[in-house]
């Protein structure tokens, strides 16, 4: 069964930073595309990054530059390196596994405020 | 960007009832490998969205046989041939051509009248 886990987010304040985690099983992580998408409050679905199973990665505009995707295939886990955090960034951050949105996590909650 | 578009927002249903909802992109979701990578996703309040239909008109394992898919280049529908009480919720299309730059639709509230 495939489970994508995700896990570090929490509340901080603007400008700081978070480190988001998802835990990959169940699927040959390594081979596959991985991405980031988040949900804000009450709002829609908005891609944020990606990464190749070779590791190069891509960012929505709106967080380039701030944030960091990257992947561990030893240990299957996909990492999302958030700084200089905006109020703007609060939403669920959504784990999705390959290229045609496969698998999903059950998302990790976000909150920017002071 | 491909900049999808719903339509409607907001999807009154009666139970047993047919219904359908459009999703056009702003370019054409024709790969250069020849598939169309256009997802359908429904998304109940506070879980995950839950992938339908994948390349327009395939089905997930386990998604009932009322959901089809259907459409070619820029213009998709998602049709449910008789609404259930469990199909309450957010649908959204999203294009995958265009991976890594995904973009969804604005999605498409469903609730029963």
């Known amino acids: 069964e495939v489970q994508l886990l995700e896990s570090g987010g929490g509340l901080v304040q603007p400008g700081g930073s978070l480190r988001l985690s998802c835990a990959a099983s169940?699927?040959?992580?390594?081979?596959?595309?991985m991405n980031w998408v988040r949900q804000a409050p009450g709002k829609g679905l908005e891609w944020v990054a990606a990464?190749?199973?070779?590791?190069?990665?891509y960012y929505a505009d709106s967080v380039k530059g701030r944030f960091t995707i990257s992947r561990d295939t030893s240990n299957n886990t996909l990492y999302l390196q958030m700084d200089s955090l905006r109020a703007e960034d609060t939403a669920v951050y959504y784990c999705?596994?390959?290229?045609?949105?496969?698998?999903w996590g059950q998302g990790s909650q976000v909150t920017v405020s002071s | 960007d491909v900049v999808m578009t719903q339509s409607p927002l907001s999807l009154p249903v009666t139970l047993g009832q047919p219904t359908s909802i459009s999703c056009r992109s702003s370019?054409?979701?024709?790969?250069?490998?020849?598939?169309?990578?256009l997802n359908w996703f429904h998304q109940r309040p506070g879980q995950s969205p839950r992938r339908l239909i994948y390349k327009v008109s395939k089905r997930d394992s386990g998604v009932p046989d009322r959901f089809s898919g259907s459409g070619s280049g820029t213009d998709f529908t998602l049709k449910i041939s008789r609404v259930e009480a469990e199909d309450v919720g957010v649908y959204y299309c999203?294009?995958?051509?265009?991976?890594?730059?995904?973009?969804f639709g604005q999605g498409t509230k469903v609730e029963i009248k």
């Open positions: 169940g699927f040959t992580f390594s081979t596959y595309a």
């Open positions: 370019q054409s979701l024709v790969h250069t490998d020849g598939n169309t990578y």
């Open positions: 999705v596994g390959s290229r045609v949105a496969d698998y």
């Open positions: 990464i190749t199973s070779g590791g190069i990665a």
């Open positions: 999203m294009q995958g051509t265009h991976w890594p730059l995904w973009t």
